[in-house]
């Protein structure tokens, strides 16, 4: 072997072996034919060995051309491999995840996940925008982030869902409990209040006739009589859907996107309310009291468009280990 092998050509050699011809080589690699003929003879001088023969008005390979070729697809992806590894890791020196995410997962899990991201990989920066699945979504479809962090309330659907995940590689991040919240109530004997919380604050007023569940609910028909309070669009959609299934239109007498709000509102007594596990975890007030209503969900899910970039991979796989965390608290607790 005269001279070293050029990885140009053996990719010309590999095209010519897969194809079937040295035109169609040249289409695939969209170069002129008469090139790929150049690059097919350089490779045979510095192979120093015939890698080709005339076959009536094409080429056929010859065992050395064979053997070459076979081991020129290996060699070029080892090659492209290296390069592939080699970008991962610059981008993880210098690179840029970008998150879309609802404000309780802001609140909560993102918070942890870039901490560990930028404790790992210094270089690395993450821009983060608030917005509610939906419009994460467009974002996500827009190029305009990476990574759309969104729920889905997975048992009951309804028209504010993100209809079509198909589009899109899923990757679940955690379940969470929907949650009863209705107002603490004292026990006039004992002054503490029940289900076990801490007392309310006695700047919030505490009527006797305040909205509260019984203290055994079995679904949600038993709360058929009270006042709602609804958390944002597809929160609304939701607590309706469930309420329907229950056999009862709820009377909805506030609406909010603010889960501090809607905390404070059904301290005050003026209504009962359904709230996800994360703005429970981000924010409670002790004037209320929950209870995880039997077999409500709300599943988180990341969604990438194919397969994310190093620095997105790198905040996925910790928002996910952050996930896990949490829903294992959840469990335990």
């Not at 390069?83 to 610059?90: G, K, M, P, Q, S």
């Not at 925008?129 to 659907?157: K, M, N």
């Not at 996925?316 to 965390?325: C, I, K, P, S, T």
Request: charged content about 25%; overall charge negative; glycine content about 8%.
């Amino acid at each position: 072997m005269s001279a070293e092998l050029d990885l140009t050509r053996l990719r010309v050699l590999a095209a010519v072996a897969r194809t079937g011809s040295v035109t169609a080589a040249a289409r695939e690699l969209h170069y002129a034919q008469p090139s790929v003929s150049h690059h097919l003879s350089r490779l045979e001088a510095e192979a120093g060995i015939p890698l080709l023969q005339r076959a009536g008005r094409g080429v056929r390979l010859t065992e050395a051309g064979k053997l070459l070729a076979s081991r020129a697809e290996e060699i070029l992806g080892r090659v492209e491999g290296a390069r592939r590894e080699l970008d991962a890791l610059a981008g993880l020196r210098a690179g840029r995840a970008r998150l879309a995410a609802f404000p309780s997962a802001l609140a909560t899990l993102v918070p942890e996940a870039v901490r560990q991201l930028t404790r790992d990989h210094p270089g690395l920066s993450v821009g983060l925008l608030e917005a509610e699945p939906l419009e994460a979504v467009a974002a996500l479809s827009a190029g305009d982030v990476d990574i759309a962090l969104v729920f889905e309330h997975t048992d009951v659907r309804h028209t504010r869902s993100v209809e079509d995940l198909s589009r899109f590689q899923v990757t679940p991040v955690m379940d969470e409990a929907v949650h009863l919240v209705s107002a603490a109530t004292s026990d006039p004997e004992d002054d503490h209040p029940t289900h076990g919380l801490a007392s309310t604050p006695a700047d919030l007023p505490r009527a006797r006739d305040a909205v509260t569940y019984p203290a055994q609910v079995d679904g949600l028909a038993a709360l058929a009589d009270a006042e709602w309070i609804a958390g944002c669009e597809r929160c609304r959609a939701d607590l309706v859907a469930r309420c329907s299934a229950a056999g009862f239109a709820p009377r909805i007498a506030f609406e909010t996107d603010d889960y501090v709000a809607v905390q404070a509102l059904v301290a005050a007594g003026t209504g009962v309310s359904l709230l996800p596990g994360l703005t429970l975890r981000a924010h409670r007030n002790p004037g209320i009291t929950t209870r995880p209503l039997d077999g409500a969900v709300r599943q988180i899910l990341a969604l990438t468009l194919g397969e994310p970039s190093p620095p997105a991979r790198e905040l996925l796989d910790r928002l996910v280990a952050v996930g896990r965390e949490v829903g294992e608290q959840q469990h335990s607790g």
